[in-house]
């Protein structure tokens, strides 16, 4: 969905910072072979990402949601030397397309997956992360953030995806749209949790940063 007009769209991408070439590979055998391609992030919003991560510079990124793997990608590209990146989905076909593209980057030994449900493989990791992004399953958004608050060190970031959902966040709710439901409520808690410093961009179907105090 577009917020701004597509021409100015085209301008604000085509005057930021170039798509990787690996990265463009990797769209283009997603849309190629993988059901559902535009869950990718693409270019300008995986931009976003990898910048915010170079200035956050985490040890320890937690990705939930991983699809065909430009996320995390991005997101490694602010590594420290010595970080990792841990990357949860529960699509096993994905695993080893994943698996090819990070071992074709500079990152792939630091990029530790994991296959099942977020919310039974996020208590077993036993570490604090610096940056987390949730992009999965918006009606389990709130589950997750509350496993992963107190696993966040100070001033780290929650990158949360898809909070402006297609803009059905100002429509009329209805009463059997839990997405919706959820979504609304989730944002709610982002902006109101004393724990957090939060701002909402309306970066292609919206992108929170949320600061912990």
Same mark, same amino acid.
């Given at each position: 969905?577009?917020?701004?007009?597509?021409?100015?769209?085209?301008?604000?991408?085509?005057?930021?910072?170039?798509?990787?070439?690996?990265?463009?590979?990797?769209?283009?055998?997603?849309?190629? #072979?993988?059901?559902?391609?535009?869950?990718?992030?693409?270019?300008?919003?995986?931009?976003?990402?990898?910048?915010?991560?170079?200035?956050?510079?985490?040890?320890?990124?937690?990705?939930?949601?991983?699809?065909?793997?430009?996320?995390?990608?991005?997101?490694?590209?602010?590594?420290?030397?010595?970080?990792?990146?841990?990357?949860?989905?529960?699509?096993?076909?994905?695993?080893?397309?994943?698996?090819?593209?990070?071992?074709?980057?500079?990152?792939?030994?630091? /990029?530790?997956?994991?296959?099942?449900?977020?919310?039974?493989?996020?208590?077993?990791?036993?570490?604090?992360?610096?940056?987390?992004?949730?992009?999965?399953?918006?009606?389990?958004?709130?589950?997750?953030?509350?496993?992963?608050?107190? #696993?966040?060190?100070?001033?780290?970031?929650?990158?949360?995806?898809?909070?402006?959902?297609?803009?059905?966040? /100002?429509?009329?709710?209805?009463?059997?749209?839990?997405?919706?439901?959820?979504?609304?409520?989730?944002?709610?808690?982002?902006?109101?949790?004393?724990?957090?410093?939060?701002?909402?961009?309306?970066?292609?179907?919206?992108l929170t940063v949320s600061i912990r105090k």
């Open positions: 969905m577009h917020f701004i007009s597509e021409k100015l769209d085209g301008y604000v991408v085509r005057h930021s910072e170039d798509e990787p070439v690996l990265l463009k590979a990797l769209t283009r055998e997603t849309y190629q #072979k993988i059901l559902q391609p535009r869950m990718i992030s693409g270019h300008y919003q995986g931009r976003v990402l990898s910048v915010l991560s170079k200035l956050i510079r985490p040890k320890v990124i937690l990705e939930i949601g991983t699809f065909t793997g430009y996320s995390a990608l991005c997101l490694a590209e602010g590594l420290s030397l010595d970080g990792e990146l841990h990357t949860i989905d529960t699509n096993e076909e994905l695993v080893d397309f994943q698996r090819t593209y990070f071992d074709k980057s500079d990152y792939g030994s630091q /990029i530790i997956q994991h296959l099942g449900p977020a919310l039974d493989i996020i208590p077993t990791l036993d570490t604090h992360f610096d940056l987390v992004f949730i992009d999965a399953d918006k009606t389990n958004y709130i589950n997750y953030f509350n496993q992963i608050i107190d #696993k966040l060190n100070p001033g780290g970031v929650i990158l949360s995806d898809n909070v402006l959902w297609s803009g059905k966040v /100002i429509e009329e709710l209805d009463p059997k749209d839990l997405s919706t439901k959820i979504v609304l409520d989730y944002n709610t808690l982002l902006k109101e949790d004393p724990r957090l410093e939060t701002v909402l961009l309306p970066i292609r179907d919206g």
